[in-house]
């Protein structure tokens, strides 16, 4: 199930690159860039933290005893509700080629499950369509020289996990939870 997944990604992430290129005048991600690592929920299927915890196993040592940490000091924390990101290590994500939909898809205008544009939230750091925000009136102001126009994309996580993407690709993604509710329920005492 694992291969038929890791498919799946490579598919979405061709996907998702045209996507980001496409809007690359409007998107400030870079590296080193962490602010979506450091204050979120972090949802995702059993099959997504199951790729996870798998890539995890491969890393070295060192990044798996910091990630531990990580664990250990986020459960310490009886009721986060958001929360640093675990596999964040030095500012750069430990398990970036498995990381979650939520992480790949972070950064565009996307859809809402109500058919509603969501401007990711990082446009309040000067960041993702900063330059064409008008944060007094709540709108996207289309500059005249842009060679491009600001785009919304169906890329919330209901339709990347739809029935008829699981059909396609032969996964199941299992129940849904945030991060911490994965880890607490691995991590049982």
């Given at each position: 199930?694992?291969?038929?997944?890791?498919?799946?990604l490579e598919?979405?992430?061709?996907?998702l690159?045209?996507?980001?290129?496409e809007?690359?005048?409007?998107?400030?991600?870079?590296?080193?860039?962490?602010l979506?690592c450091?204050?979120?929920?972090?949802p995702?299927?059993?099959l997504e933290?199951?790729?996870?915890?798998?890539?995890?196993?491969?890393?070295?040592?060192?990044?798996?005893?910091?990630i531990s940490?990580?664990i250990i000091n986020?459960?310490?924390?009886?009721?986060?509700?958001?929360?640093?990101c675990?596999?964040?290590?030095k500012g750069?994500?430990?398990?970036?080629e498995?990381?979650?939909l939520?992480c790949?898809t972070?950064?565009?205008?996307?859809?809402?499950?109500n058919?509603?544009k969501?401007?990711?939230?990082?446009?309040?750091h000067?960041?993702?369509?900063?330059?064409?925000?008008n944060?007094?009136?709540s709108?996207?102001?289309i500059?005249?020289d842009?060679?491009?126009?600001p785009?919304?994309?169906?890329?919330?996580?209901?339709?990347?996990?739809?029935?008829k993407?699981e059909?396609?690709?032969?996964?199941?993604f299992?129940?849904?939870?945030?991060?911490?509710?994965?880890?607490r329920?691995?991590?049982?005492?």
């Amino acid at each position: 199930m694992l291969n038929r997944y890791k498919n799946y990604l490579e598919y979405l992430d061709y996907k998702l690159r045209n996507m980001f290129n496409e809007q690359s005048e409007f998107i400030k991600c870079s590296i080193g860039c962490d602010l979506c690592c450091k204050n979120g929920e972090y949802p995702m299927s059993e099959l997504e933290y199951a790729y996870v915890i798998s890539f995890y196993s491969i890393l070295q040592d060192n990044i798996k005893i910091a990630i531990s940490n990580n664990i250990i000091n986020l459960l310490e924390q009886k009721f986060a509700k958001y929360y640093e990101c675990p596999f964040l290590i030095k500012g750069v994500c430990a398990v970036y080629e498995a990381r979650p939909l939520i992480c790949r898809t972070f950064g565009l205008i996307s859809y809402t499950k109500n058919n509603k544009k969501q401007i990711p939230f990082c446009v309040d750091h000067g960041l993702n369509y900063s330059n064409v925000y008008n944060k007094e009136k709540s709108i996207i102001d289309i500059p005249t020289d842009s060679v491009n126009e600001p785009k919304a994309y169906n890329v919330n996580r209901t339709f990347l996990r739809s029935k008829k993407v699981e059909e396609k690709f032969n996964i199941y993604f299992g129940e849904d939870k945030s991060m911490i509710e994965w880890l607490r329920e691995d991590v049982k005492p």
